[in-house]
Nanobody
């Protein structure tokens, strides 16, 4: 089992920044690829960013590329999503997830084995 706890969400004005953190515990963190997803009511969960086990490979959704940065610290069992230039359409519940899939990064939610409870991000216009 892997337990994931997100923090860092909140209310921010458009153009502002937020730094989301995801703390992992349980099994060896470096054995898992990590991803950030977001979801709004009535919509499917959307992939935002992913990072490989060693932190070398990252991948971003088109909506996040150039504004968001995903990183991880395997010594501290954490993954970070730095979000800059936020827009009202970024408003969502953001969740981190861990995957044991044998790929560097996957965008498919079904391939993730463990999920955090999510943190609300609200961007006002």
């Amino acid at each position: 089992q892997v337990q994931l706890v997100e923090s860092g969400g909140g209310l921010v004005q458009a153009g502002g920044s937020l730094r989301l953190s995801c703390a992992a515990s349980g099994r060896t963190f470096s054995n898992f690829g990590m991803g950030w997803f977001r979801q709004t009511p009535g919509k499917e969960r959307e992939f935002v960013a992913g990072i490989s086990r060693d932190g070398v490979t990252t991948y971003y959704a088109a909506s996040a590329k150039g504004r968001f940065t995903i990183s991880r610290d395997n010594a501290k069992n954490t993954v970070i999503l730095q979000m800059n230039s936020l827009k009202p359409e970024d408003t969502a519940v953001y969740s981190c997830a861990a995957t044991s899939a044998a790929v560097d990064v996957t965008t498919l939610a079904i391939w993730y084995d463990y999920w955090g409870q999510g943190t609300q991000v609200t961007v006002s216009s």
